[in-house]
């Protein structure tokens, strides 16, 4: 994957501004931890109310994690008076998450004039060693000029 | 889709424990509204809580409720002694998540030994209207004799 | 899943006529057995030469009929200057691909201006006996007024 | 991702060997064009009988090739007497597959005893650029012992 440069040098503070306003991301715990053009990372700490029947935390919770994470990384790479919209993902769950915390990274893979494709990886990490726990392809929509949705 | 048949007479108690067991449906209110051989509903309440930048029902809540109807509709037609686990799914967001209530059915299509695979669709009430929210295909995975995993 | 109307009365014609564009179809030997409003389904006999390792048609062959078939129930609803794309799409292989023939259907879910998406079965017909043998979500986007790429 | 050790020091004459049965790659040209444990290449000349109706190489084409080279990724980490299916994949269509030829790369991600997740990553090669046009995830399984699939 190449890098990329974003068209709106603002792009930064506009992901953090629209993350902020994801209530979701405050119910978990979630916090923005990397905003470069076309790559974000989302950091989630472990806790005990987001777990499955085993203890581990949820497939949904990973997949929420790697979904925000690859749709900011496209919405970095849009224009200003973009919103953001995933239009489909597929998630393979590889571990069990557990650990101390979880890192999602969210790249863009190709960033088109509608649609962006990103790859999202989810990491666990415990005891200080890294293991995936999942893996992503995103597909995220750019919608042009709509006020009312903006950000 | 054809009519299954539970090979464990105490399918739906054995569904329900496991779902009392996730944390996570306790933090996002989700609860368990349909228990059949080889297919399940889960329904939400609206909560302001759980939205995204603009709003809506976030899309990964929106996947986690139709994930774990998929994970319980599997889960029916398994073994007693059979742990579950998602292997991978995908799903397309169809229409903004808006209105009182979600409810996601989850349906095995095909039901082996070791995988079984599950439509999910996510519906969106709202002033007495149902309107289809998301679709999603999902792998489920039988675990046997996992003791220490069971449910 | 509702019933779809077509915006271009001609859409029948329009499916055929880009159907007979695609090379690949006559040389896998698929031919288009049904074209409705938002539902087209394409049937192919067995053929020892489009198989995989185990003498099974090779799940490549079943994804290529379903995407076809989901890309043309997209196409069907669209206006008559479109042309039409895969943006993605998932399948998963219920069961071995055997018998005189497969059919796979396509059948558009939920209509956009800019995306379709469509569920896709494949079935294997045998002895009298028809068996669902893959089942798919496809992303297909219309990109209208590209006369160079018209159909 | 990480590399990978065979299990089976004969793993390269087995993965061209199940290959060389694979009568659709013979159908449409493709050669096996390198065999490492755990990635696998698959390249196919342009040809004008693969093509969809804009005159690129068909969706299905590009998916067999990515599908294929997956499976084989994950066969070669697999113990000797095992048989290979896939049980599902996803894949963007990110460009226009055009050009010489096509390479498909297929790369284990996740080596499990039963399921093995592989990421397949489709190229173009056009006057001496290679351009990314599709990517996928796939799910495949191992099928210990079962002789008459062995392969």
Partial sequence: MKDFAAQDENYESRVRESF???NLMKTIGASLTKVLPGEVEISLGFR???TQQHGFIHAGVV???ADTACGYAA???MAPDAAVLTVEYKINLLSPAVGESLVARGKVTKSGRTLTVCAGDVFALKNGEKKMVATMI????SIPGREGLMG
């Fill in 20 to 22: 902020s306003k994801q």
């Fill in 48 to 50: 005990d109310d987001l």
């Fill in 75 to 77: 919405f970095s790479l």
């Fill in 63 to 65: 997949s929420t994690l």
């Fill in 138 to 141: 995103a597909t995220i929509m």
